[in-house]
Each structure stands twice: as structure tokens, then as C-alpha cells.
């Protein structure tokens, strides 16, 4: 079952803020990696949406673990047939800011 994905702002922005940490601090190797590693998430959220599991603080919102260090967040909408992804989370940072 193929689904629509559509990126929040929130995600745009988090997606590129990992990249732009990933190229200033690490290897290009690494940023290709997580490139390589965030398509294969999101195409397996499009097939099949309800792969990943259930967030803690929020049972509407799914997440997905692209790497040890982050986790994606996203909202299914099964009327609609999409997706909207949500928030390329750094699993570093203080849960205490995390929405979902």
C-alpha cells in the first residue's frame, strides 16, 4: 500500500541541520550514509506506513530510527492515504524538548 509523503517544515529543517552537522564535522562518507540510510526510512514509511512503532508521548505518531543517533518522526493519515513527516530527531538532545 503506497501512501503520499509529505515533508513538514520541521522535518525539511532538522533533515538539513543533521546534513550540515554531518559535513562540518564528519566524513562525506558519513553524510552519504545518512542520505542513503534516510531514502531507504522514508520509502519503507510510503510501503508500508505502520511499519514502525508507536511514539511514547503520542499514539498518532510513529517513529522510525534512521541510525543510533536519529530517529524520525512521522503521522499517518490512513483516510488520506499520506504521510507527513514530522522531525529528524537527535536522539542526543534533552527528551524534554521532544513534541512527540
Known sequence: MAVTVYWSDEAKKTYAANIAYLQNDWTANEVKKFILRSE???????????????????????????????????????????VVLLSFWNNYQDNKRLKY
Do not use: G, H, W
Open 40 to 82: 531507504y526510512v522514508v520509502m519503507n514509511i510510503e510501503d508500508n506506513p505502520k511499519l514502525y512503532s508507536v511514539s511514547n508521548k503520542n499514539k498518532k505518531i510513529r517513529k522510525a530510527t534512521v541510525n543510533k543517533q536519529i530517529t524520525l518522526f512521522y503521522q499517518y493519515y490512513p483516510l488520506k492515504k499520506m
